[in-house]
């Protein structure tokens, strides 16, 4: 299974930009890059995705490298509300369902 | 809709004792997911169906896991005898079809004590 690499950890201060980084260097051509967050308490939930190009919806935006072996979720304004862990993970292929493997993510806190 | 439901939210047992955990995925979703999360571990996926068909199983820890899925609307995964390293947090999770632009649905997960 392609694995992804984040930082365990990272601050931020209430109302920056915050940029969470993932690296991906074995995806493949198929693979999605997905981002889930995991709030206190509750399960992950979806954030965003993206195959090639960078994306944006209401909650991020999410930055492709132009090879595909990194990505970085950004999150404009960060809100106490936004302190999560964060899981950078390559979707399943088209064909058949992979198994979806979470890592540790990488746990944001922010600062008032 | 009404999202991924999961019962009990909290379930407190003793050793030994069988335990059953159950999760009605979001209407019309093909998938169903069930995970396991500890702090030593994460995220552990033990199990998933298609169309109710259990497709991988490898994730299940042991003989005292089992899960069915008897219908397109309910599944349940059962731990006995239980034993006190299965205290977690389990998640189902579901999604309507194969392809990477699919999203996981999921519950608000079960918190599982086995004293």
């Known amino acids: 299974d392609a694995k992804t690499t984040q930082p365990n950890s990272m601050e931020s201060n209430e109302e920056e930009p915050v940029h969470l980084p993932c690296n991906h260097s074995?995806?493949?051509?198929?693979?999605?890059i997905h981002w889930y967050r995991q709030l206190p308490s509750q399960g992950p939930e979806y954030v965003i995705h993206g195959l090639t190009s960078n994306v944006n919806n209401r909650m991020a935006s999410l930055a492709i490298a132009e090879d595909r072996k990194s990505s970085t979720l950004i999150l404009h304004r960060a809100t106490l509300r936004d302190a999560a862990v964060y899981y950078c993970i390559l979707s399943w292929r088209k064909t058949s369902y992979d198994k979806v493997i979470f890592g540790p993510g990488t746990s944001l806190s922010v600062i008032p | 809709d009404a999202g991924v439901i999961q019962s009990p939210r909290h379930e407190v047992t003793e050793m030994g004792q069988e335990v059953t955990l159950r999760c009605k995925p979001i209407s019309g979703h093909d998938y169903l997911f069930w995970y396991r999360q500890t702090m030593m571990r994460g995220l552990e996926l033990l199990i998933y169906f298609n169309n109710n068909v259990p497709i991988d199983d490898s994730g299940m820890p042991e003989d005292r896991f089992s899960a069915k899925m008897p219908n397109a609307s309910f599944s349940t995964l059962k731990i006995q005898p239980s034993e006190p390293r299965d205290s977690a947090v389990y998640f189902c999770a579901s999604s309507f079809r194969p392809g990477g632009n699919e999203k996981l649905f999921f519950g608000s997960g079960t918190q599982l004590s086995v004293l």
């Open positions: 074995t995806i493949s051509g198929t693979d999605y």
